[in-house]
């Protein structure tokens, strides 16, 4: 397991809350792969931002698992959804690979539309029924490994700040014991 530098999980915070509430550049919408909206944070994503988003999804024509598409926040407090697809958990033959190119693709995205901060729901760990523990793991890992790599960057180009929302205590837990492990000592 890769461990980084603490300037590098310092800039990720674990908050427990309602995503469409975080005041960010960019939120992430765990979609389908539709992009027409669903349950979960999906809907309370649409419900928030308003029929505008639903238009704009339209126009975009999907996006398959593992990739990324952008829109704008309409009437959420951030000014870009960044539409994920995660993987459906089916017993582990390429899960891990496509969770960790969702968090990938995303923050590839908010690097286009030079987001300096950007906000995720736990992807997949839903009515996708993704294992909460390995997910987490999975989240924080690909972050770190994001931030680090894209670390020498032009400044335009660097996120300032992660943060991962949780929806319950139980997750927040998990996202905060999968980030003292990747940690240096």
């Known amino acids: 397991m890769k461990l980084f530098d603490k300037n590098i999980t310092a800039r990720i915070k674990i908050v427990e809350g309602d995503i469409t509430e975080e005041h960010v550049d960019a939120i992430v919408n765990a979609a389908n792969e539709s992009l027409l909206g669903g349950g979960g944070v999906d809907g309370a994503i649409h419900r928030v931002a308003g029929p505008e988003l639903l238009a704009e999804c339209r126009t975009i024509g999907g996006c398959p ?3 990324a598409r ?3 926040g309409y009437r959420l407090p951030a000014k870009w959804v960044i539409h994920t697809v995660g993987p459906v958990w089916r017993g582990g033959t390429r899960e891990a690979e496509l969770l960790a190119s969702a968090y990938r693709r995303s923050m590839e995205e908010a690097v286009k539309v030079h987001a300096k901060s950007l906000a995720f ?7 996708y029924g993704y294992p909460g523990r390995d997910a987490a793991r999975i989240a924080v890992a690909a972050v770190c490994d994001f931030l680090e790599s894209n670390e020498s960057a032009d ?6 700040e992660v943060r991962l929302v949780c929806f319950s205590r139980t997750s927040y837990d ?3 014991s ?8």
């Open 65 to 67: 698992t593992g990739d």
């Open 70 to 72: 952008v829109t704008r």
């Open 121 to 127: 729901p736990a992807i997949s760990t839903g009515v």
């Open 155 to 160: 400044p335009m180009s660097v996120i300032d």
């Open 174 to 176: 998990l996202h905060m």
């Open 178 to 185: 999968a980030l003292a492990e990747l940690v240096k000592p």
